[in-house]
């Protein structure tokens, strides 16, 4: 059963059909899905939840699809975990990472919007799915339209890291380089999708495929103990996650699964490309496109969809934003790595340094609860990496090489007795 009413216009509330619109033909605003609430309030409750299969799906009923879940089956329900080296290391008490570099298929929390856009597109009858994307969406849509039997067109700037590059092809979907930058792709994605009657998941049918960043938000309360955070640093390209994640606290306290859904969001973005970050620091509501340069490719949209609803979301929440630049988000690679043995990609160190940085200048206070937001896989961006990590230890097969060239780390070790 659904409880998808239909779709809304987030400006002026003019309702629409569940079918493909994504911009109010009224006043241009952005739409989004709408939910019968008090018909899922019956039925979602935490006995329910709790025999249920742990993926995203589990709460289908605030997903929107009519029939049943068909792609996607295994994404979602990544780990939430205390970290309490990294914790130590940033001076704070209760520290957690909610880590999607983990997430199935293509190690991004992509795989959540992904797997509820292409369920829809296939109830929507599309054949052909394509999408605009940084890396990680590519990869997710190569990986779950692949599984699904789609035919799919995947469109990225031709600079991306080659790990995104063969994370997409080994899908074997139709891969095009376009020489610019994200919101030059975006765009000639827009008048594709005007002219084939493809589903562009980030685009005409994006209403669908925004609601999937929900789930990250639901498992965040219930991985919790049915509790949100005081604060959660959030990265942000398009501005769309931090968003949903607020709805997402906001709905499930609306349906009696939350007691208090007050938590403070926080912006993360790199310096080289920070229009979210800017516009929230000078308080304004007027997003200024930039231009991107930085190694975090996966944030690197300089006009930002979600901007506008992302500021505003923020600001409500009494949280704030950081911008941090391409050295500092290295080391908060390393940081995550060599504490919690989590190999983020860039995006990850963006967020990590982000909260460093908040931490530090006593926005987020010490001794309140904090999430973290990690939502790629180191391994798609190593480039950054390379000459910033040392060499291995070169030796010879003997006992004799490793203890000459080891000498100053074994100088402490004791020696087992014969």
């Known amino acids: 059963m659904s409880y998808m009413i239909g779709l809304k216009c987030r400006e002026c509330g003019r309702l629409y059909p569940k079918e493909v619109v994504f911009v109010c033909e009224y006043c241009f605003g952005g739409v989004e899905v709408d939910y019968d609430y008090d018909a899922i309030r019956r039925v979602l409750t935490k006995t329910a939840l709790a025999a249920r299969p742990k993926s995203l799906w589990r709460y289908r009923e605030l997903l929107p699809i009519e029939g049943d879940p068909t792609v996607g089956l295994f994404s979602g329900f990544t780990p939430l975990f205390r970290a309490e080296r990294l914790a130590e290391a940033l001076g704070v008490e209760e520290l957690y990472i909610k880590d999607d570099s983990v997430s199935h298929p293509s190690l991004s929390f992509k795989d959540r919007v992904v797997s509820i856009a292409l369920t829809r597109a296939k109830e929507l009858e599309f054949d052909t799915v394509a999408c605009a994307s940084t890396g990680n969406l590519a990869n997710s849509v190569a990986a779950l339209a692949a599984r699904a039997g789609l035919k799919r067109y995947i469109f990225i700037p031709a600079d991306l890291e080659m790990g995104k590059i063969i994370g997409s092809l080994i899908y074997r979907p139709t891969l095009v380089a376009v020489e610019g930058t994200y919101d030059e792709v975006n765009r000639l994605c827009a008048e594709i999708g005007a002219k084939y009657p493809w589903a562009f998941v980030n685009i005409n049918i994006r209403p669908y495929y925004a609601e999937g960043s929900k789930t990250y938000g639901f498992e965040i309360a219930e991985q919790l103990g049915w509790r949100v955070p005081q604060h959660i640093v959030v990265p942000a390209a398009g501005g769309s996650l ?5 709805k997402a606290f906001k709905e499930l306290k609306r349906l009696g699964l939350l007691e208090d859904a007050s938590t403070k969001l926080y912006c993360a973005q790199a310096a080289g490309c920070s229009p979210i970050v800017n516009t929230i620091q000078a308080r304004s509501d007027i997003v200024k496109p930039v231009k991107p340069n930085t190694i975090a490719k996966s944030l690197a949209i300089g006009n930002p969809a979600d901007g506008y609803y992302a500021t ?14 391409d050295d500092e988000i290295i080391e908060a690679m390393k940081l995550l790595a060599e504490t919690e043995g989590v190999f983020t990609e860039t995006a990850g160190g963006v967020t990590a340094a982000a909260a460093k940085k908040l931490i530090e200048q006593g926005i987020i206070p010490k001794d309140e609860s904090i999430v973290i937001c990690i939502t790629g896989n180191g391994l798609k961006t190593q480039e950054p990496l390379m ?15 490793f203890e000459s060239e080891l000498a100053s780390q074994l100088a402490d070790v ?3 007795q014969k």
Do not use: C, Y
Not at 390 to 397: D, T, V, W
């Open 387 to 401: 000459n910033r990590l040392g060499q291995a230890a070169r030796i010879k097969p003997t006992l004799a090489s």
């Open 312 to 325: 505003k979301t923020v600001l409500e929440s009494g949280g704030w934003a950081e911008a941090v630049t």
């Open 414 to 416: 004791s020696v087992r």
């Open 242 to 246: 931090i968003t949903k994640i607020a």
